[in-house]
């Protein structure tokens, strides 16, 4: 299993497209913590750490997920996929393996991005005169809450791509189904507290507990269910199905 976790870690790694989406988180979390800065001082609103390690949060989970299932639906359309069945067989354990990897990958990713706005938000505070609050607990959680998350819509996202096989109806699935259908199920169902139930309402119950949404621990819950649900679907049709 060692074996199998390091040789789906190297295919990331040797790929140009997850090495730009870091470089691209880190400029993207910098960007966004700037531009909330700005605003703060113009509405002459407070920015507390807690906003500093949840704001870029859902950019950097959009990433983390192009590349998830875009690694994942390739193999199989680039036929890649036969190479690793041949070095290994039992088809599984390579689905854990890149489950695992994944995971990895969309919790760096989110770190990444979030360290970064963290440390731009606090230049940002400083050079504008506006108070810093201390790095609490509470924003640490935040952080980890974030990252978990990250690393549960990879997940899902390999889960995806493994499912479909193919990049490009993986990658519209994903754009659909953020941009469009849970904006628009809450309209069609007219039923507005459907949203809280749907994968992007569970993951912003787990890091953000707004009024309207699950409590945290349900939201996680819960994502976690679609997570497994998914990654368990693309097993299901990797080991009955020919390569």
Same mark, same amino acid.
């Given at each position: 299993?060692?074996?199998?976790?390091?040789?789906?870690?190297?295919?990331?790694?040797?790929?140009?497209?997850?090495?730009?989406?870091?470089?691209?988180?880190?400029?993207?979390?910098?960007? +966004?913590?700037? $531009?909330?800065?700005?605003? /703060?001082?113009?509405?002459? %609103? *407070? &920015? #507390?750490?807690?906003?500093? =390690? @949840? !704001?870029?949060?859902?950019?950097?989970?959009?990433?983390?997920?192009?590349?998830?299932?875009?690694?994942?639906?390739?193999?199989?359309?680039?036929?890649?996929?036969?190479?690793?069945?041949?070095?290994?067989?039992?088809?599984?354990? +390579?689905?854990? $393996?890149?489950?695992?990897? /994944?995971?990895?990958?969309? %919790? *760096? &990713? #989110?770190?990444?991005?979030? =360290? @970064? !706005?963290?440390?731009?938000?606090?230049?940002?505070?400083?050079?504008?005169?506006?108070?810093?609050?201390?790095?609490?607990?509470?924003?640490?959680?935040?952080?980890?809450?974030?990252?978990?998350?990250?690393?549960?819509?990879?997940?899902?996202?390999?889960?995806?791509?493994?499912?479909?096989?193919?990049?490009?109806?993986?990658?519209?699935?994903?754009?659909?189904?953020?941009?469009?259908?849970?904006?628009?199920?809450?309209?069609?169902?007219?039923?507005?507290?459907?949203?809280?139930?749907?994968?992007?309402?569970?993951?912003?119950?787990?890091?953000?507990?707004?009024?309207?949404?699950?409590?945290?621990?349900?939201?996680?819950?819960?994502?976690?269910?679609?997570?497994?649900?998914?990654?368990?679907?693309?097993?299901?049709?990797?080991?009955?199905?020919?390569?």
């Amino acid at each position: 299993m060692k074996d199998l976790i390091s040789a789906e870690a190297l295919k990331l790694r040797t790929l140009l497209l997850p090495r730009l989406v870091l470089v691209l988180a880190a400029l993207g979390g910098g960007f +966004i913590l700037f $531009a909330a800065v700005q605003i /703060a001082q113009d509405d002459n %609103a *407070t &920015v #507390t750490t807690s906003d500093l =390690a @949840t !704001a870029p949060a859902q950019p950097l989970w959009f990433l983390a997920v192009i590349v998830a299932v875009l690694a994942a639906a390739g193999e199989f359309q680039h036929r890649t996929i036969y190479t690793t069945l041949l070095q290994a067989p039992r088809r599984r354990k +390579i689905v854990a $393996a890149k489950a695992i990897v /994944a995971a990895g990958y969309g %919790a *760096t &990713v #989110t770190l990444v991005g979030t =360290a @970064t !706005a963290v440390i731009v938000g606090v230049l940002s505070l400083r050079a504008e005169h506006m108070p810093v609050g201390s790095f609490d607990a509470n924003m640490w959680l935040r952080l980890a809450e974030s990252a978990t998350i990250g690393a549960m819509w990879a997940v899902l996202a390999a889960g995806l791509g493994m499912l479909v096989r193919n990049s490009t109806v993986a990658l519209v699935t994903v754009l659909l189904w953020k941009f469009v259908l849970e904006g628009v199920l809450p309209s069609v169902t007219r039923n507005g507290e459907i949203s809280q139930w749907l994968p992007g309402g569970a993951a912003d119950a787990l890091l953000f507990g707004r009024t309207g949404l699950l409590e945290p621990w349900a939201g996680g819950l819960l994502f976690a269910g679609y997570a497994a649900v998914v990654v368990l679907a693309g097993a299901m049709v990797f080991t009955l199905r020919d390569a």
